[in-house]
């Protein structure tokens, strides 16, 4: 069971496209179990298949903070069929990246978030059509009157794709909003890899954007190229890869409390 995930897990990976790339390469196992199960232990909540715990990568159990996401990795297991797909286990893939890789490295975790605060998809704006720049205010500007009224991090916007220097004290608020939870900041962790913007990411983690509208507002400029020359099979395809991965963080948010900040 062990060796399953194991591709995934090291070194802690959270970027869902590497998971992917590094799954892809591992053979799938067939199904050795009947059923997988929720157990109250200590330490949380533990998935077991047919009575017994299911081990990390890294030998410790696969557990979750809260019944509601044990519920829902379990049901990835249960889900299985003759073989188990690890693609189809985003919530066991971040559990696993989580346990292996977040717990006891959340400061780092924190910084490779807070980096995208200094070059966040947000900040840079078409110069043309009119359209798509009307389009990214719609989306955008609401999320950074957000972050100046609430945060207090006021950004700087650019045009184009020249790097704008961010004001430290903006970079600093953002900073101190971010959670110390592992499971959350490893949740928001991958909202930010796949949108670009740690600022969507932190607000959907607090309740002031939706899942729905942090994806939309991550792909305007990609949903205007494809209203203008269609959809390419193969992008599409990655998509609904990283739209799987997205829920799943998507649902750890909402399972638990992230709007209390850094103490």
Known sequence: MRELFEDVAANGALDPQEAVRQTSRAPQRKRFYKSAAVEDTEGGFTIVLDGKSVRTPTGQPLAAPTRAIAQAIVEEWNAQGEFIDPMSMPLTRLANSVIAGVIGNVDAVRADVAKYFESDLLFYRAAHPEALIAREGEHWDP???WAADELGARFVLAEG???V???ET???AA???LPDDPWLIAALHIVTAITGSALLALALSRGARTADEVWAAAHVDED???A???ADAEVM???NVRLRDFRAAAFVLATQDATVPRS
């Open 228 to 230: 203008q020359w269609g």
């Open 161 to 163: 794709i020249v790097h």
């Open 165 to 167: 220097r961010q004001p």
């Open 237 to 239: 395809a990655r998509r």
């Open 175 to 177: 900073t101190a909003a």
């Open 170 to 172: 903006a970079v600093a």
């Open 143 to 145: 999320v950074l009157f």
């Open 224 to 226: 205007w190229n494809i």
